[in-house]
């Protein structure tokens, strides 16, 4: 196996683990598959997916590194993302203590209080404002990048990790918009909701409390 292979093969597992891992992407993912429908989870899933290769572009060309070097930039984004992510865990919480009548007024079972360029720019807005994407992209080029690497390999890793994005992203939302999936979401949604509200407010002061 040629070094470069290698080094793609480490960069394509450290993607997967990083984007499968349970987040606050694909939780919320999960919840609006469960809630509203396939279509309304891809379209969630297509803004997650728009977000990450943004930030792998950006990598790429160096200038998501520019940022690293800037702290106050760093700290802007720590800001907002962790405020977004204390509102998506208002509104979690919020649904959870909603009854079932309350929840299906608001929302219908395919999402039509949602429309999919709102859901698009969710899902997108979720991954701009977290700054561990920025820094995850890094080390992952950096990973796979070598004193002797060419344009190809660049190409190889930005293409290979924008496969893996949209086969785990969208992934969750077809696997969570089943039947099974539906019914479960509709027994325990109050849990489920409950369960998005801690973790969304866990990330989000985290995010918000974090000096590095």
């Excluded at 999960?30 to 891809?42: C, D, E, I, Q």
């Excluded at 992209?137 to 950096?142: H, K, R």
Aim: with cysteine; glycine share 10%.
């Amino acid at each position: 196996m040629s070094s470069e292979l290698h080094h793609l093969l480490i960069v394509y597992t450290a993607y997967v683990i990083a984007a499968g891992s349970p987040g606050p992407s694909n939780m919320r993912i999960m919840g609006v598959a469960m809630h509203n429908g396939r279509r309304a989870a891809l379209m969630l899933a297509a803004g997650v997916v728009s977000g990450s290769i943004f930030w792998g572009a950006m990598a790429a060309t160096g200038v998501s590194a520019v940022l690293t070097r800037y702290a106050e930039a760093l700290i802007v984004l720590k800001i907002f993302g962790g405020l977004y992510l204390l509102y998506l865990a208002f509104k979690a919480g919020k649904a959870a203590l909603a009854s079932d009548a309350q929840a299906a007024a608001h929302t219908g079972p395919n999402g039509a209080a949602l429309s999919g360029a709102d859901l698009y720019r969710r899902g997108l807005l979720m991954h701009l404002s977290n700054p561990k994407s920025i820094l995850a992209w890094i080390a992952l080029v950096t990973l796979g990048l070598g004193p002797d690497s060419s344009w190809h390999t660049l190409a190889a890793i930005l293409g290979g990790c924008a496969v893996l994005s949209v086969t785990i992203f969208c992934g969750y939302a077809i696997i969570f918009s089943t039947a099974p999936m539906v019914r479960l979401y509709r027994r325990v949604r109050r849990w489920i909701e409950g369960l998005l509200a801690v973790c969304f407010g866990f990330a989000g002061l985290r995010l918000l409390l974090s000096r590095a």
